[in-house]
């Protein structure tokens, strides 16, 4: 028997593209990665026209650079949601057991590298209980990032712009609101990344 965690997959969604198709969802993932088309090109020209000609045109984002794993699943004390918590514990197995779910490499190139292995997630019943192997395959994105202040912008390879509300909680920590994830249905929940540091 096999379960697909709705949850997680949402998260998925989040990390890798910026589709404004559906308000409740910040970004649907293709599954098939960006194509090098020139259009990242473009978008970053676009995106160099717009600067005023100073030396920081990257600098509320420099504590964002580097590469980030998902973490952790942190649900607020009042919510009570069973899916939430076996989508929390799902994630806490896979973490324990060093798979890398979910990926950013932001780089100060204003391009972010995403992988994700939310969408292969199989959770199987064995002898000795549940049984989730870290999944095999991934998806991968490119993407173009901005960063003013709390506000972070992805643009997708069709020129596509979304904005999220993120918090730097420390130097190593980057928190998502569920409700930036899906409004309806994540109130409570958030998504946690921590930078791997050298």
Known sequence: MKLRLS????????????????????????????????????????????????????????????????????????????????ASDILDFLV???????????????????????????????ADGLEIPCPEQSDLETTLWSLDGDQLTFINDMQEEETITIVLEDEVTLIIAGQDIDENNYVGADAVFTKVVE
Do not use: H, P, Y
């Not at 559906?22 to 990665?33: F, L, R, Y």
């Not at 920081?56 to 980030?68: I, N, P």
């Open 96 to 126: 324990a057991g060093e798979c890398d779910l979910i990926t950013f490499n932001f780089k100060d190139d204003g391009t972010v590298d995403s992988e994700s292995k939310a969408n292969f997630i199989e959770v199987g019943l064995g």
């Open 7 to 86: 949850l997680l997959f949402v998260i998925c969604v989040l990390v890798f593209s910026c589709s404004t198709d559906n308000d409740g969802d910040i970004m649907e993932t293709d599954q098939t990665g960006m194509e090098d088309d020139g259009m990242v090109d473009d978008a970053m020209d676009d995106m160099d026209s717009n600067d005023d000609g100073s030396d920081d045109d990257m600098s509320s984002g420099v504590d964002l650079v580097g590469l980030w794993v998902l973490t952790e699943l942190r649900i607020d004390e009042t919510v009570d949601d069973d899916d939430l918590d076996f």
